[in-house]
């Protein structure tokens, strides 16, 4: 990582390693670091100049203040004497870079199946944790393989084994970007989507690139830029026919249907879910290709979803049937499922029904920290009022 303020690429200081670790550059960090403090309530700031300052080993403005110290070190796991201390007293900083250089090309030949495996592993396990417990509790965990899985695949020289990592990158890549949108950072989001579809392209499958591409289209959809969602959706639809099997393929007429309610075209969202039902594997746990949840259920939930976008009074019936079939583990499924029935409900004028459910969807959204769906909430309760 070349110093941002014009300095030599040299390791000054302990702090300054642990960003080359992370891959990041000074102004990624300090987005980092403003992210961790609002998810865990630190107090302390940074800036780019005042980073560029401490890792630089100069600090004529003396120690970082208290709050400061106690962010970086939450951050880095390291004692702030120790992250501002020199990496090496002995070594001189070329050597040391060098040595560093080969340690990661060291560490990236050593991936192998059984590595790549345990990434695999570790994957399920985050995606367990994010569903049931939400992107406040897996995030940081999420983030940290990205950096991981990055840092392993640019030093990896074997061409099979970078591209699998580079699938592997494009998965937790689009369950971080997912979780970002889900906290409410929208820009944040973006940018893991766009780094996600870069590894995807690596992978040398063409569905990780359909897929990566398709999640980001929610980015747009919450952004109300609706129309755009629709025809990246209807584009990836269609090249999906040639690169991927029913599964994803139904996931992917079903995710064309959502933005088309939310675009305000209810005929041809219905026929999108209908195309997604007729694609429908009966067998949906051989996952061949991107990881997607679509099953009846939630084939069912999302269908409920957008009939309540568009104000049909089947809503109802559909998301109901779809709550009491539903994984009790799939907590954010029910979080927006419920916000989506106390809307279909209000639609109706059933006000008690509908506060019911919007007060249950806000008790879930508080607990895994859903901004998106308290967002929707409060919305959806200042209309009804």
Excluded: C
């Excluded at 569903?131 to 990055?150: D, W």
């Amino acid at each position: 990582m070349a110093a941002e303020d014009g300095t030599d690429d040299l390791t000054r200081t302990v702090l300054e390693l642990k960003l080359r670790e992370r891959s990041q550059t000074l102004a990624e960090f300090v987005e980092d670091a403003e992210r961790f403090a609002r998810t865990f309530g630190e107090t302390g700031t940074l800036s780019v100049r005042h980073l560029q300052r401490l890792i630089s080993g100069r600090k004529p403005d003396g120690r970082p203040r208290p709050a400061t110290a106690r962010l970086l070190e939450r951050m880095l796991g390291l004692p702030i004497d120790d992250l501002l201390s020199s990496p090496d007293v002995v070594r001189g900083p070329v050597e040391a870079a060098e040595e560093e250089l080969r340690q990661r090309l060291s560490a990236a030949r050593r991936v192998n199946a059984d590595v790549l495996a345990l990434l695999e592993d570790q994957l399920t396990a985050v995606r367990r944790l994010d569903r049931q417990l939400g992107a406040s509790t897996a995030h940081e965990e999420v983030s940290t393989k990205v950096r991981q899985i990055t840092r392993l695949r640019s030093h990896s020289l074997t061409p099979g084994v970078r591209s699998q990592l580079g699938a592997l990158l494009a998965e937790f890549g689009t369950l971080a970007g997912w979780q970002q949108l889900d906290m409410g950072f929208v820009g944040d989001s973006w940018q893991f989507y766009e780094r996600a579809k870069a590894a995807a392209r690596e992978s040398g499958d063409a569905a990780f690139e359909v897929h990566t591409a398709a999640e980001q289209a929610f980015v747009l959809i919450d952004v109300e830029e609706t129309a755009s969602a629709v025809e990246l959706l209807q584009a990836t639809e269609q090249r999906a026919q040639r690169v991927a099997g029913r599964l994803l393929r139904s996931w992917l007429a079903a995710a064309h249907g959502e933005a088309l309610a939310a675009d305000g075209q209810r005929s041809a969202s219905m026929r999108a879910f209908d195309r997604a039902a007729g694609l429908l594997p009966a067998d949906v746990s051989a996952v061949d290709g991107p990881y997607v949840v679509l099953d009846p259920v939630h084939l069912a939930r999302w269908r409920g979803h957008a009939l309540a976008r568009v104000g049909e009074p089947d809503a109802v019936d559909v998301l109901s049937t779809a709550l009491s079939r539903l994984d009790p583990t799939f907590t954010r499924a029910e979080t927006g499922l419920r916000v989506d029935l106390a809307t279909a409900f209000f639609a109706m004028g059933e006000r008690v029904e509908g506060r019911a459910h919007a007060q249950r969807a806000r008790t879930l959204a508080v607990e895994i920290g859903s901004v998106r769906q308290q967002r929707r909430i409060a919305r959806l309760i200042g209309l009804a009022n």
